[in-house]
Structures are given as C-alpha cells and as structure tokens.
C-alpha cells in the first residue's frame, strides 16, 4: 500500500490526467480505509469546483471595457 503522501499526489495528478487502473485501483482500495485521505479526497473536490465555477464566471465578465 502507498503512503498517504503518494496516495494524495495521485488525486492531485488525477485532476490533470486520468488515473492507470493500478494507480485508480490502489487509492480506491487507501480511501476505503483511510479517513484522512477521504477527507482530502473531498478538499480536492472542492477546489477543483470552486476554482472551475471562478474561472468561468471571470471568462464570461472579461470582456473588455
């Protein structure tokens, strides 16, 4: 099993590129044990959302004035 450092790099990299079945397989399997990770996992999310919902919203007001 990886380390939650590893296994919290992967679900930073899996924002960018998909994941290889082992890589996906292997943090499934640490989230479903590890609470600290999920809770990560759910940051991530998060942030992922939230800077996505910023940056459209700024790419439609960016018209020049």
Do not use: I, N, Y
Not at 43 to 53: K, N, S, V
């Amino acid at each position: 099993m990886r380390s939650c450092r590893e296994e919290t790099e992967l679900m930073s990299q899996r924002l960018d590129r998909p994941l290889s079945f082992g890589e996906h397989f292997g943090l499934c399997f640490h989230l479903l044990f590890c609470r600290g990770c999920r809770a990560t996992q759910k940051h991530f999310a998060f942030l992922h959302t939230a800077t996505r919902a910023w940056r459209e919203h700024h790419d439609v007001d960016s018209t020049p004035r």
